[in-house]
């Protein structure tokens, strides 16, 4: 069955870098798109970013074009997200999910990400 | 960019059916297929709905989608009390080239 792993998650000070990681298994990674979706607290979900196979395509969200920076290595079934220049307003739990069938069909348990000084 | 419009909460009492409205526009539901989530407390998102009427399999036949010009639906029947979640819409919009999100309903099942 198909298991999506985050991590990476912490506390940032405004302004610092983090890399969040999706271990992804189940089913045949490097065929599928990868999404980053994120939340705040108590507030509804925001789609990050995308990536095709390949990384063959990448796109962001307005927010966080510019600072966030997504990847995939398909030797390791792992995605990845590089987060910088980091702002309070980035505060949310971040999840990964997959498109194998349609949008976000499964979706990791999440890692919280602080950015607070 | 701005999320897709969704009232922020419904309700009804056991096997009432309840209907979730998403609006949004021309170059996201318009022209694109619309999908759904459920999130129970403190869990991720759960596909229920898929190319605006779809149920992947598992999902019980009391939820249902349709789409209508820039608008579509979440019904839920007979509702039950494990269906007290919050409710999500997403479509793809062709000017933002993203993905954009309806900023959730809660339903309680009172």
């Known amino acids: 069955q198909v298991q999506l792993v985050e991590s990476g998650g912490g506390v940032v000070q405004p302004g610092g870098s983090l890399r969040l990681s999706c271990a992804a298994s189940?089913?045949?990674?490097?065929?599928?798109?990868m999404h980053w979706v994120r939340q705040a607290p108590g507030k509804g979900l925001e789609w990050v970013s995308f990536i095709r196979y390949a990384g063959s395509d990448k796109f962001y969200a307005d927010s966080v074009k510019g600072r966030f920076t997504i990847s995939r290595d398909d030797s390791k079934n792992t995605l990845y997200l590089q987060m910088s220049s980091l702002r309070p307003e980035d505060t949310a739990v971040y999840y990964c999910a997959t498109e194998t069938d349609s949008p976000f069909d499964y979706w990791g348990q999440g890692t919280l990400v602080t950015v607070s000084s | 960019q701005s999320a897709l419009t969704q009232p922020p909460s419904a309700s009804g009492i056991p096997g009432q059916r309840v209907t979730i409205s998403c609006s949004g526009s021309?170059?996201?539901?318009?022209?694109?297929?619309v999908t759904w989530y459920q999130q129970l407390p403190g869990t991720a998102p759960k596909l229920v709905i898929h190319?605006?009427?779809q149920r992947p399999s598992g999902v019980p036949d009391r939820f249902s989608g349709s789409k209508s010009g820039t608008s579509a639906s979440l019904a839920i029947s007979g509702l039950q009390s494990e269906d007290e979640a919050d409710y999500y819409c997403t479509a793809w919009d062709d000017s933002l080239t993203g993905w954009m999100f309806g900023g959730g309903t809660k339903v309680t099942v009172l």
């Open positions: 189940g089913f045949t990674f490097s065929n599928y798109v």
């Open positions: 021309t170059s996201n539901i318009g022209s694109n297929s």
């Open positions: 190319n605006n009427n």
